[in-house]
């Protein structure tokens, strides 16, 4: 049929036919008149906030990934208690920094730290427009996204860094103690890193660099970290008299392999939305070399744990390999928007690398860490921020620096909170009792696999 035909038709089909064909006309006239206008302030607007409400969601579920890995990595007796520490301590950080934490890090900051204000909120302008004041609209627009996206986005970080203190100290830490600690680590001690860097404070000053947080997290959690298993201990029996390390198996592989998995995921977040934006096409292009070399990395630091992990620890290790991951992806968070790929499969590797002889060291050292979070989140997120200086133009001596003073502030007052949570009535860790028999029967009166029959262990030979 020719177009004269359907021309001819009744009037009411050549409506219905140019009303089909009005979408494909503006679909293939989008892109030069959007080209010509420029990507209108509301789209721009729209795209921004969505995009941090997206990438959010997909950092919180990391703390389910969190959650499977701890509670797989444990003895079935601690298992429901891993279980109420990780939904505990991610409310509580969230608390915590919309009451202090995100003033502290990002209001007014001059050089070390910033205003406590009032509660944070949506701003005056976006009240309005949500009342029914389309008068305010171009107001709202100006900031580019809506305030408490914003917020949201970074809510969820301080949580990851939380959670890296849980993993290392599992089995033995008091669980009122942890949520003191928890408590002051998202209200102070990470904003204060925060404003350092990502704030505007001195060490931004500087020119340090961190993308997503290799050190303003994942190092923050690790020194913190660090400083709570030298003073709460190893768990009973971890070291025998003769300086070998007794083993302590997971209880359930396969949900650690689910939440090494679901934090692989959830990094896609924590990396792409540090982009901090989706207006534009090169925010777009900039988010894809983000994710690609996030995947790599990671691929990287698997296979890389895996072809060191007989020669270095005895044995093929299904959990140093699954660790192996996380290393990838912890020293890739500090500057995954670089375009070379192949650089992010060095540097994931080597992050492997790093974290299977971490392993071996602090068992050599006598500290025990359930989880590998030290090695993982402290040493990789050390060469990451190293790493930087080698594809995405960081100066070496500012990123020691950055490396140094954060160590340095965060391990020092970790340390100190530690120590002091040990001296009150609460205590760092829970009784031996509670420990021999399980934190899930003693503490919470309930078990994680009743099924099971729960063998008392030997630990005749520990110190």
Same mark, same amino acid.
């Given at each position: 049929?020719?177009?004269?035909?359907?021309?001819?038709?009744?009037?009411?089909?050549?409506?219905?036919?140019? &009303?089909?064909?009005?979408?494909?006309?503006?679909?293939?006239?989008?892109?030069?008149?959007?080209?010509?206008?420029?990507?209108?302030?509301? !789209?721009?607007?729209?795209?921004?906030?969505?995009?941090?409400?997206?990438?959010?969601?997909?950092?919180?579920?990391?703390?389910?990934?969190?959650?499977?890995?701890?509670?797989?990595?444990?003895?079935? %007796?601690?298992?429901?208690?891993?279980?109420? %520490? +990780?939904?505990?301590?991610?409310?509580?950080?969230?608390?915590?920094?919309?009451?202090?934490?995100?003033?502290?890090?990002?209001?007014?900051?001059?050089?070390?730290?910033?205003? /406590?204000?009032?509660?944070?909120? /949506?701003?005056?302008?976006? %009240?309005?427009?949500?009342?029914?004041?389309?008068?305010?609209?171009?107001?709202?627009?100006?900031?580019?996204?809506?305030?408490?996206?914003?917020?949201?986005?970074?809510?969820?970080?301080?949580? !990851?860094?939380?959670?890296?203190?849980?993993?290392?100290?599992?089995?033995?830490? +008091?669980?009122?103690?942890?949520?003191?600690? !928890?408590?002051?680590?998202?209200?102070?001690?990470?904003?204060?890193?925060?404003?350092?860097?990502?704030?505007?404070?001195?060490?931004?000053?500087?020119?340090?660099?961190?993308?997503?947080?290799?050190? &303003?997290?994942?190092?923050?959690?690790?020194?913190?970290?660090?400083?709570?298993?030298?003073?709460?201990?190893?768990?009973?029996?971890?070291?025998?008299?003769?300086?070998?390390?007794?083993? !302590?198996?997971?209880? +359930?592989?396969?949900?650690?392999?689910? $939440?090494?998995?679901?934090?692989?995921?959830?990094?896609?977040?924590?990396?792409?939305?540090?982009?901090?934006?989706?207006?534009?096409?090169?925010?777009?292009? *900039?988010?894809?070399?983000?994710?690609?070399?996030? +995947?790599? *990395?990671?691929?990287?630091?698997?296979?890389?744990?895996?072809?060191?992990?007989?020669?270095?620890?005895?044995?093929?290790?299904?959990?140093?390999?699954?660790?192996?991951?996380?290393?990838?992806?912890?020293?890739?968070?500090?500057?995954?928007?670089?375009?070379?790929?192949?650089?992010?499969?060095?540097?994931?590797?080597?992050? $492997?690398?790093?974290?299977?002889?971490? &392993? %071996?060291?602090?068992?050599?050292?006598?500290?025990?860490?359930?989880? $590998?979070?030290?090695?993982?989140?402290?040493?990789?997120?050390?060469?990451?921020?190293?790493?930087?200086?080698?594809?995405?133009?960081?100066?070496?001596?500012?990123?020691?620096?950055? &490396?140094?003073?954060?160590?340095?502030?965060?391990?020092?007052?970790?340390?100190?909170?530690?120590?002091?949570?040990?001296?009150? /009535?609460?205590?760092?860790?829970?009784?031996?009792?509670?420990?021999?028999? $399980?934190?899930?029967?003693?503490?919470?009166?309930?078990?994680?696999?009743?099924?099971?029959?729960?063998?008392?262990?030997?630990?005749?030979?520990?110190?």
């Amino acid at each position: 049929m020719t177009l004269l035909n359907i021309l001819s038709r009744p009037r009411p089909i050549v409506a219905i036919v140019a &009303i089909a064909l009005l979408p494909a006309a503006a679909f293939l006239a989008w892109p030069s008149v959007a080209h010509a206008a420029g990507v209108d302030p509301e !789209t721009r607007f729209v795209l921004n906030t969505f995009a941090f409400l997206i990438w959010g969601a997909l950092v919180m579920w990391m703390c389910a990934g969190f959650t499977m890995l701890e509670a797989g990595s444990v003895r079935t %007796k601690n298992a429901s208690m891993i279980c109420l %520490k +990780n939904i505990g301590l991610y409310s509580i950080a969230g608390l915590a920094f919309y009451f202090i934490g995100y003033n502290l890090m990002y209001n007014d900051v001059w050089h070390v730290i910033g205003v /406590p204000d009032n509660l944070h909120g /949506p701003s005056d302008s976006e %009240k309005a427009l949500v009342a029914g004041d389309d008068s305010v609209l171009s107001a709202v627009l100006e900031n580019g996204y809506s305030v408490m996206s914003d917020w949201f986005f970074q809510m969820v970080f301080v949580a !990851t860094a939380a959670s890296i203190v849980s993993g290392t100290l599992a089995e033995r830490v +008091n669980m009122w103690a942890f949520f003191v600690f !928890t408590l002051l680590l998202a209200a102070l001690i990470y904003p204060i890193v925060g404003a350092w860097t990502w704030g505007g404070g001195w060490l931004a000053a500087l020119g340090f660099q961190d993308f997503a947080g290799s050190t &303003i997290v994942h190092s923050t959690g690790g020194w913190a970290a660090l400083a709570g298993v030298m003073v709460v201990g190893p768990r009973l029996g971890k070291f025998r008299r003769d300086g070998t390390v007794r083993p !302590t198996p997971p209880s +359930n592989v396969v949900l650690v392999t689910l $939440g090494i998995f679901i934090l692989w995921l959830g990094w896609f977040g924590f990396n792409g939305g540090s982009q901090l934006a989706l207006g534009s096409a090169a925010d777009a292009v *900039a988010i894809g070399h983000v994710l690609v070399n996030t +995947n790599l *990395a990671a691929a990287a630091g698997v296979v890389a744990a895996l072809s060191i992990s007989r020669p270095v620890l005895g044995r093929i290790d299904l959990l140093t390999c699954l660790n192996g991951a996380l290393a990838g992806l912890v020293s890739i968070t500090a500057g995954p928007d670089f375009v070379e790929h192949y650089w992010a499969v060095i540097i994931g590797a080597i992050g $492997g690398v790093i974290c299977t002889f971490g &392993i %071996k060291m602090l068992e050599k050292l006598r500290l025990d860490d359930v989880v $590998g979070a030290v090695p993982v989140h402290l040493f990789a997120g050390i060469w990451g921020t190293l790493a930087v200086c080698i594809v995405a133009g960081g100066n070496v001596l500012v990123q020691l620096a950055g &490396i140094a003073s954060i160590g340095v502030f965060v391990f020092g007052v970790s340390w100190l909170l530690w120590r002091a949570l040990a001296l009150t /009535p609460l205590g760092a860790r829970v009784s031996r009792q509670v420990e021999e028999l $399980g934190q899930d029967a003693a503490e919470l009166g309930m078990e994680s696999y009743p099924e099971f029959v729960l063998m008392p262990e030997m630990m005749d030979d520990e110190e």
